[in-house]
């Protein structure tokens, strides 16, 4: 029996996916508990217009952060920290900083899409952050850390 997959499931598939079961597995687990639909015709038909506008939502999403990324990958950020005499931060720099930084200059970036290479910093100088705006769009951003 073809069933339709509502959420991923283990070792059987993923979400909208079309699956072959046996027909006990579907008629008393996967439908009963709202796991799968059954795969008529009509099921199928539908499940095809929901994935070809879903493509076409995502890929909308995919053009606007490729041109975001456009944007940032021209920008050069400068974060200044409170620093001992010795170039050392008192605490440290991270993705917060970063994404108030962002937000300043105009970018609206969560900072749990931004990583840094180095998980805190806590010295002067320069470094890189990458910021993931899409799963198939990222961004490298230089950034600096200097003393106020």
Known sequence: ????LKQDMGNLGYKD??????DGYARNYLIP???A????????????E????????EEKVREEAAALAEKLA?????IGAKTSSKGKIFGSVNTIQLAESLNEKGFNVDRKNIS??????KEVGSYTATVRLHKEVKV?????????
């Open 1 to 4: 029996m073809e069933v339709i």
């Open 17 to 22: 996916d079309i699956v072959t079961v046996k």
């Open 33 to 35: 508990q709202g796991f």
């Open 37 to 48: 639909i059954n795969a008529t015709a009509a099921a199928k038909k539908q499940h095809s």
């Open 50 to 57: 929901i994935l070809k506008q879903r493509q076409h939502k």
């Open 74 to 78: 021209d920008i050069k950020l400068t």
């Open 116 to 121: 840094i290479k180095e998980e805190l910093i």
């Open 140 to 148: 490298e951003i230089p950034f600096d850390i200097v003393a106020e």
